[in-house]
């Protein structure tokens, strides 16, 4: 069953998909999607016969993110309030499109789910993939490499409970923002990733919670403050750090040798398929993810998952069904 439901007054957090927290201002509802109106021409004599028309959705605004003067990120669809206060700038940030060298071709059809047969990744390749995007979104590759690897092992079709999907677990909305085609693309997956992470050090200017963002979300990061008080977030930050100061030290270790080492164990299990949630959200590339909770804030489904807050506009959504 498709969700079609809507929230009439919005005074939760409203988030772009490439992060912050946004208190959006309360404005007025209508239905959701097209409205079905009918037109009947002037004309002297019988009435003209009734025609069906589609009536043109206003554009929904978009959102803005703002800081004050002492970080605090505020996201609003109503910019012009903060426009003329002096205590607040605004901070721009959106996602690109991921740039392909053509060196590298993207699968000609989308890869759904994995294949049988896992297929490798060469450490040459990584190498390679990870310096070219640590260089294009300004990170230092130590960082990138210990998010791979604590996120998938550097398992190139790995898919977690949430739905994440590949080297560095891409959600399904950000990877269609970003013009992902192929999920499961080492080069594509790296590329997102490494963009999605940029975007959160530009928002918290912080390493720590740039991490904890990139593991439960923005809108968590800013709802406590710091690092949220969830045990998979607090374990997955202090993850990362060990990793990260490893292939610092060390350079790049062949992924093999170091996912398997008992110091940097990889700490949590990926299956094959997401989990099944309260809602099932289907997007336009075919991958779906769970959900817990979705609520309506022109113009994202907000989706809850777990300890996860993930935003998806709503044109990257195919259809949004409930459990049986």
Known sequence: ????????????????????????????GGASGKVLVAEVAKASGPVAAVRPQLAERPKPRT???FRDKEGTMTFTNRPDKYKVRDDFVEVSIRYERIPLPA????????????????????????????????????????????????????????VSSAGARGLMQLMPGTALEMGVTDIFDPLQNVAGGTQYLSRMMDLF????????????????????????????TQSYVKVVMAYEEAYRKGGFVPNVKMANSARYQFHHALGKAPAKGSFTICFHSGLTQPADRVVDKEPYWFIEYANRSYPVRKDLVKSIEKAA
């Open 1 to 28: 069953m498709c969700l079609c439901t809507r929230t009439l007054r919005v005074t939760a957090a409203a988030i772009m998909a490439l992060g912050g927290v946004a208190f959006a201002e309360p404005q007025g």
């Open 63 to 65: 959102l803005h993110q």
């Open 103 to 158: 060196t590298y071709k993207p699968a000609t059809t989308p890869k759904l789910a994995p294949s049988i047969a896992p297929r490798t990744v060469e450490d040459a390749t990584i190498r390679d993939i990870v310096k070219r995007y640590s260089t294009i979104y300004g990170l230092e590759e130590p960082l990138v490499y210990a998010v791979i690897h604590a996120e998938s092992a550097f398992n190139p079709d790995a």
């Open 205 to 232: 200017h912080d390493k720590e919670l740039a991490v904890a963002a990139y593991n439960a979300g923005p809108e968590n990061v800013k709802k406590y403050a710091g690092i949220p008080p969830f045990d998979e």
